[in-house]
Protein backbone atom coordinates (compact mmCIF):
# COMPACT_ATOMS: atom_id res chain seq x y z
CA UNK A 1 0.00 0.00 0.00
CA UNK A 2 1.49 3.18 -0.70
CA UNK A 3 -0.22 4.66 2.45
CA UNK A 4 2.77 2.98 4.63
CA UNK A 5 5.36 4.40 2.27
CA UNK A 6 5.32 7.73 3.30
CA UNK A 7 4.57 6.79 6.71
CA UNK A 8 7.94 5.13 6.63
CA UNK A 9 9.21 8.12 5.36
CA UNK A 10 7.86 10.68 7.30
CA UNK A 11 8.68 9.00 10.72
CA UNK A 12 11.84 10.29 12.50
CA UNK A 13 13.59 8.26 15.31
CA UNK A 14 14.67 9.44 18.21
CA UNK A 15 18.33 8.21 19.30
CA UNK A 16 20.95 9.50 21.21
CA UNK A 17 22.32 12.79 19.17
CA UNK A 18 21.58 16.02 20.34
CA UNK A 19 17.97 17.71 19.41
CA UNK A 20 18.70 19.92 16.91
CA UNK A 21 19.95 17.36 14.43
CA UNK A 22 15.97 15.57 14.80
CA UNK A 23 14.63 19.26 14.49
CA UNK A 24 16.47 19.70 11.14
CA UNK A 25 15.30 16.26 9.77
CA UNK A 26 11.46 17.04 10.76
CA UNK A 27 11.79 20.52 9.36
CA UNK A 28 13.51 19.27 6.04
CA UNK A 29 10.06 16.73 6.24
CA UNK A 30 7.65 19.54 6.33
CA UNK A 31 9.98 21.46 3.70
CA UNK A 32 9.76 18.85 1.46
CA UNK A 33 5.87 18.64 1.17
CA UNK A 34 4.47 16.59 4.06
CA UNK A 35 1.65 17.22 5.84
CA UNK A 36 2.43 14.96 8.69
CA UNK A 37 5.60 14.15 10.51
CA UNK A 38 5.93 11.68 12.80
CA UNK A 39 8.74 11.87 16.10
CA UNK A 40 9.43 8.69 17.63
CA UNK A 41 11.75 7.45 20.27
CA UNK A 42 11.74 4.96 23.47
CA UNK A 43 13.22 5.08 27.01
CA UNK A 44 15.34 7.92 27.86
CA UNK A 45 15.47 9.53 24.52
CA UNK A 46 11.95 10.26 25.05
CA UNK A 47 12.41 13.61 26.58
CA UNK A 48 15.07 14.64 23.50
CA UNK A 49 11.25 13.68 21.19
CA UNK A 50 9.88 15.87 23.25
CA UNK A 51 11.98 18.82 23.33
CA UNK A 52 12.46 18.17 19.00
CA UNK A 53 8.71 18.89 18.80
CA UNK A 54 8.46 21.81 20.66
CA UNK A 55 11.37 23.60 19.08
CA UNK A 56 10.12 22.82 15.60
CA UNK A 57 6.59 24.25 17.04
CA UNK A 58 8.05 27.22 18.46
CA UNK A 59 10.83 28.27 16.45
CA UNK A 60 10.88 26.53 12.82
CA UNK A 61 7.09 25.92 12.15
CA UNK A 62 5.09 28.07 13.62
CA UNK A 63 1.96 26.92 12.44
CA UNK A 64 2.82 22.85 13.17
CA UNK A 65 0.50 21.62 15.74
CA UNK A 66 0.22 18.19 17.81
CA UNK A 67 -1.75 16.09 16.08
CA UNK A 68 -1.34 12.94 18.26
CA UNK A 69 0.62 11.38 21.13
CA UNK A 70 0.50 7.45 21.16
CA UNK A 71 2.44 6.57 24.56
CA UNK A 72 2.81 2.75 25.00
CA UNK A 73 5.23 -0.28 26.36
CA UNK A 74 7.65 -2.02 24.22
CA UNK A 75 9.15 -5.16 25.51
CA UNK A 76 12.81 -5.61 24.34
CA UNK A 77 14.86 -8.53 24.67
CA UNK A 78 18.55 -8.66 25.57
CA UNK A 79 21.50 -10.75 24.35
CA UNK A 80 20.96 -12.59 27.48
CA UNK A 81 17.68 -13.55 26.92
CA UNK A 82 15.94 -11.23 29.64
CA UNK A 83 13.26 -9.08 28.54
CA UNK A 84 12.66 -5.96 30.06
CA UNK A 85 9.70 -3.24 29.54
CA UNK A 86 10.53 0.01 27.43
CA UNK A 87 8.22 3.16 27.49
CA UNK A 88 7.61 4.15 23.73
CA UNK A 89 5.88 7.56 22.77
CA UNK A 90 4.94 8.67 18.97
CA UNK A 91 4.35 12.30 18.63
CA UNK A 92 3.13 13.06 15.46
CA UNK A 93 3.13 17.18 14.09
CA UNK A 94 0.86 18.32 11.27
CA UNK A 95 0.73 21.33 9.52
CA UNK A 96 -3.26 21.36 8.47
Given at each position: ??GN?T??E??I ?5 P?MS ?6 TQ???G ?12 I????D?A?I??NR????AV ?6 G???L?NE???S??V ?5 T????
Amino acid sequence: MPGNETADENTIFVGNKPPMSYVLAVVTQFNGGSDDVSIKARGRAISRAVDTAEIVRNRFVKDAVIKDIIIGTESLTNEEGRSSNVSSIEITLSTN
